[in-house]
Nanobody, 121 residues
Framework: QVQLVESGGGLVQAGGSLRLSCAASGSIFSINAMGWYRQAPGKQRELVAAITSGGTPNYADSVKGRFTISRDNAKNTVYLQMNSLKSEDTAVYYC???????????????WGQGTQVTVSS
């Protein structure tokens, strides 16, 4: 069984910062890409940022220059540092990881439970 547990969401004023964390645990053989998605009310879930196992990041245009994704492979953890937050960043943020587990043995996308980020203007 594999689990992704997120932390770090909350309420922040516009212009402020938050740092999200997501730790993967369980019967993990290897982790490929990890990333963050978000879903605002009435909107589809969208990719915010992703990072390869080698550390190459990719960002949505809307967050470039403000958000930074990173990972600690030794801890099976991915982070999202969010600076200069705007009201339009308000959403539920979901962690995603493509993982090969000891029980499945093929790459599979796992999701966290989501963490609310609210930016007040």
């Amino acid at each position: 069984q594999v689990q992704l547990v997120e932390s770090g969401g909350g309420l922040v004023q516009a212009g402020g910062s938050l740092r999200l964390s997501c730790a993967a645990s369980g019967s993990i053989f290897s982790i490929n890409a990890m990333g963050w998605y978000r879903q605002a009310p009435g909107k589809q879930r969208e990719l915010v940022a992703a990072i390869t196992s080698g550390g190459t990041p990719n960002y949505a245009d809307s967050v470039k220059g403000r958000f930074t994704i990173s990972r600690d492979n030794a801890k099976n953890t991915v982070y999202l540092q969010m600076n200069s937050l705007k009201s339009e960043d308000t959403a539920v943020y979901y962690c995603n990881a493509n993982i090969v587990s000891y029980t499945r043995w093929v790459p599979y996308d796992y999701w966290g439970q989501g963490t609310q980020v609210t930016v007040s203007s």
